[in-house]
């Protein structure tokens, strides 16, 4: 089955550059995801990148697809406190049916 | 902003009670999701539901049931609850595939005593 593998934990200096990385197992999936949670709340969508393409890019964030190493990274440019969360990978599961998330990676931002 | 709402929030409860955790979307949706998120993190799907009478178990094991009698609303019941049930509930929507885009409700942290 689909297993999304992350690192656990970031932690970085407020104005740095924070990059979550992310792998995945089905290369035929459509499109990756990533979902931020804020402490005591729901998950919600950050950004996608369909898979035919290899970078994009939204404000501070971009996201790189190498769909030959199956890797997928979130880099948060000019990173601040209010982005410390817990940002989640995803990928739709074999046959579309829902999505396979990875376990979450906690970003801590420090003045 | 997404339209999906849970109710209650929070819930502390004595074990052996029955409780049932709400969730609506005002998206239309046809597809809902149920998924229990642990202390480390992790989110475990625990039931799905394809539209209107459908209902289906998700990747982990759980005692909890659902129904899905409206398209909006998909609420997921304990006949008893326990300790064990203490954690963190989300539920989702989203349109059909291929998008599986899924938009999150707020959440219930429940806590069993």
């Known amino acids: 089955g689909e297993d999304v593998e992350q690192s656990l934990f970031l932690s970085v200096r407020e104005g740095d550059s924070s990059v979550i990385n992310c792998t995945y197992t089905d290369s035929s999936s459509t499109y990756l995801y990533w979902y931020k949670q804020e402490p005591g709340a729901g998950l919600q969508l950050l950004t996608y990148i369909f898979s035919n393409m290899d970078m994009k890019q939204d404000q501070r964030l971009t996201v790189l697809l190498n769909k030959k190493d199956k890797h997928l990274s979130l880099r948060i440019a000019d990173t601040q406190t209010g982005d410390s969360a817990i940002y989640f990978c995803?990928?739709?599961?074999?046959?579309?049916?829902?999505?396979?998330f990875g376990k979450g990676t906690m970003l801590l931002v420090s003045p | 902003e997404a339209d999906i709402y849970q109710t209650p929030r929070y819930l502390v409860i004595g074990t052996g009670k029955k409780i049932t955790l709400e969730c609506s979307q005002t998206m239309g949706h046809d597809k809902m999701y149920w998924y229990q998120q642990d202390p480390g993190m992790e989110l475990h799907l625990i039931h799905y539901s394809y539209g209107v009478n459908s209902t289906e178990k998700g990747d982990l094991s759980s005692e909890s049931t659902v129904s899905r009698i409206r398209t909006e609303h998909f609420p997921l019941t304990l006949e008893s609850a326990r300790p064990s049930h203490t954690s963190q509930y989300l539920c989702?929507?989203?349109?059909?595939?291929?998008?599986?885009?899924?938009?999150f409700g707020p959440g219930t942290r429940l806590t069993v005593l």
């Open positions: 989702a929507s989203s349109r059909v595939e291929p998008y599986n885009e899924q938009f």
């Open positions: 995803a990928e739709p599961s074999s046959g579309y049916s829902t999505l396979t």
